[in-house]
C-alpha cells in the first residue's frame, strides 16, 4: 500500500520559515517525480515544486528563490523549504508522486500551513 506522509505544517509569521517533509513507503522512491502541490482556500490546486532523481528541480514562479525542494532517496523522504513566507502562500500544501514511465500519481493528505501575524 503507496503512504505519503506529510508533517511540518502550522502557523508562521510573515517572513518566516518552514520546514515539511513527506515519508514515501510502498513505492520504489528514487523511481518516482516527488512534488510538492497547494491549494488556497477558495483557489485551485497549483504547482510548487517537483523534483526528479538526476534532473534539474522544478518551481512555481511564485516561489522562486524563496522555497527549496530536496529529496533523500535513502530516506524514501522528500522535503520542501520555505523561507520568506508570504500571507499568499497560505495554504494545504500536498505531498505528490508521479511515475512518468508507468503513468501512476498518489497524494498525499495535506498539510496546512497558515502565514498570519
Known amino acids: 500500500q503507496v503512504q505519503l506522509v506529510e508533517s511540518g505544517g502550522g502557523l508562521v509569521q510573515p517572513g518566516g520559515s518552514l520546514s515539511l517533509s513527506c515519508a514515501a513507503s510502498?513505492?520504489?522512491?528514487?523511481?518516482?517525480?516527488m512534488g510538492w502541490y497547494r491549494q488556497a482556500p477558495g483557489k485551485q490546486r497549483e504547482l510548487v515544486a517537483t523534483?526528479?532523481?538526476?534532473?534539474?528541480?522544478n518551481y512555481a514562479d511564485s516561489v522562486k528563490g524563496r522555497f527549496t525542494i530536496s529529496r533523500d532517496n535513502a530516506k524514501n523522504t522528500v522535503y520542501l523549504q520555505m523561507n520568506s513566507l508570504k500571507p499568499e502562500d497560505t495554504a494545504v500544501y500536498y505531498c505528490?508522486?508521479?511515475?512518468?514511465?508507468?503513468?501512476?500519481?498518489?497524494w498525499g493528505k495535506g498539510t496546512l500551513v497558515t502565514v498570519s501575524s
Open positions: 505528490t508522486a508521479h511515475h512518468r514511465v508507468v503513468g501512476t500519481n498518489y
Open positions: 510502498g513505492i520504489i522512491f528514487s523511481a518516482y517525480t
Open positions: 523534483t526528479t532523481t538526476g534532473e534539474p528541480t
